[in-house]
Nanobody, 124 residues
């Protein structure tokens, strides 16, 4: 059973930075494709970023490209999301997810395990 626990959310102002962490159960970071999704009130959960098993390749949603950076430490089974230049439209619950898929995927239905989420609120 894969377990994912997010942390690092909070209330910040426009232009500030936050770093989210996702602690995964042993072996998860190097075994599965990991990603961050987010869900704003009244909206569907959307893809934010993903990183491959070795940590050498990443992919981002256009809305966060150039501002957010996904990374991970396989030795600590932890994946991170560094968020810079935050905007009010980044306000959402951020979820960490893992999939058995061997190819890149941004489709939430293809992710097998999810964390409980961490709230990020950006005030204007």
């Amino acid at each position: 059973q894969v377990q994912l626990v997010e942390s690092g959310g909070g209330l910040v102002q426009t232009g500030d930075s936050l770093r989210l962490s996702c602690a995964a159960s042993t072996g998860t970071a190097s075994t599965y494709l990991l990603a961050w999704f987010r869900q704003a009130p009244g909206k569907e959960r959307e893809f934010v970023a993903t990183i491959n098993r070795s940590g050498t390749s990443t992919s981002y949603a256009d809305s966060v490209k150039g501002r957010f950076t996904i990374s991970k430490d396989n030795t600590k089974n932890t994946v991170f999301l560094q968020m810079n230049s935050l905007k009010p439209e980044d306000t959402a619950i951020y979820y960490c997810a893992a999939t058995r898929s061997f190819g890149w995927t941004r489709v939430r239905e293809e992710y097998d395990w999810w964390g409980q989420g961490t709230q990020v609120t950006v005030s204007s």
